[in-house]
């Protein structure tokens, strides 16, 4: 069975009176407030159109206590970054014993930590960029010297690639730094590795999770930044990707093993690269609660494996559950 066929089934068996009375988590505190804001609106309007009894709640605007006053049966969890996809709102929501959607506590805070990612990766033998954390003393031609240039540097518990930049010259990293450290006390500098740039959608939990058709990213000189990705016409997303179907394999079963290894539940999205010298594949991070905005990713890859935008987000509402 396809997993459009497991959906359809799924969704057949679904009775959406006994779904209750379903808050989608929306905006929150986090630099990705914004974009959370766009994934909300759009997963609230699909379950509406579905006839659940759906409601915003904003973290970032109301008491998260409210929650309980309002007596939700279960939350769709659209927040994106700290306080919502990190594994502090899953605490919250296990003490209530009320079904989220998405990855547990666990899994959540190891995903938005990309130090604590990458090490687990790498322990499981999963290739993922070379890195090296920084502070304000860092030895900067050390750190060019490790990794080479050019090297990204980034927040390592940001999204939506908030902080980020692209270093060609080793004395560009301490402006580089300065920059990501506004955002978060950890920062990252990693291996650039230059190719083509992929996601893959992944869906499910433990064996039965399995990966949707992979995206490759075609962006405005290969600049895949906060605006090319959710504001911008002329950045190309392709699916299919037009790469070698072995490599497509290749990185779907690498996002599975990235997947599993992190524990993640219900959905998620690997990002990843292929150097364009050896065909490998490169795990960049796994993003537990993936946007859903009209330039998202997860809901292409859904269509192009059938299924349509309002089934996906009921399909993943009616699997939210409790993880502790």
């Not at 766009?38 to 008491?63: E, R, T, W, Y």
């Not at 809901?299 to 399909?315: N, Q, T």
């Amino acid at each position: 069975m396809n997993w459009n066929e497991e959906v359809q089934k799924d969704l057949s068996q679904v009775n959406v009176a006994t779904l209750g009375k379903v808050g989608v988590l929306l905006g929150g505190k986090s630099g990705e407030r914004d974009i959370s804001l766009m994934s909300g609106k759009g997963v609230l309007d699909a379950l509406i159109s579905k006839g659940v009894n759906a409601h915003a709640f904003d973290p970032g605007q109301q008491a998260i206590t409210e929650l309980a006053v309002q007596k939700f049966d279960r939350v769709f969890i659209a927040l994106h970054g700290r306080y919502g996809e990190d594994g502090t709102m899953q605490g919250f929501l296990e003490q209530m014993n009320l079904p989220y959607t998405g990855s547990g506590v666990l899994a959540s805070a190891l995903a938005i930590d990309k130090q604590a990612t990458k090490r687990l990766w790498s322990s499981f033998n999963l290739a993922t960029p070379r890195f090296a954390m920084l502070n304000a003393n860092s030895d900067w031609q050390k750190i060019a010297q490790d990794l080479g240039l050019p090297i990204i540097v980034k927040p390592a518990r940001e999204g939506s690639s908030l902080g980020l930049s692209k270093v060609t010259k080793a004395e560009d990293l301490p402006a580089a730094y300065a920059l990501a450290a506004k955002l978060d006390r950890d920062v990252m500098a990693e291996q650039c590795i230059i190719g083509e740039e992929l996601t893959c959608p992944i869906v499910g939990d433990g064996e039965n999770a399995r990966a949707l058709p992979v995206i490759r990213i075609v962006a405005p000189d290969s600049n895949y930044d906060y605006h090319n990705k959710y504001f911008s016409d002329d950045t190309k997303y392709l699916c299919p990707t037009g790469l070698d179907l072995a490599l497509e394999a290749k990185v779907q079963e690498l996002a599975l093993s990235a997947y599993r290894a992190l524990g993640c539940k219900g959905w998620g999205r690997a990002d990843v690269m292929i150097d364009q010298k050896t065909n490998q594949p490169y795990l960049l991070e796994m993003n537990t609660a993936p946007g859903m905005t009209g330039h998202s990713l997860v809901p292409m890859a859904a269509k192009a494996a059938g299924v349509e935008y309002a089934d996906l987000v009921l399909w993943l509402l009616s699997k939210a559950g409790i993880h502790s």
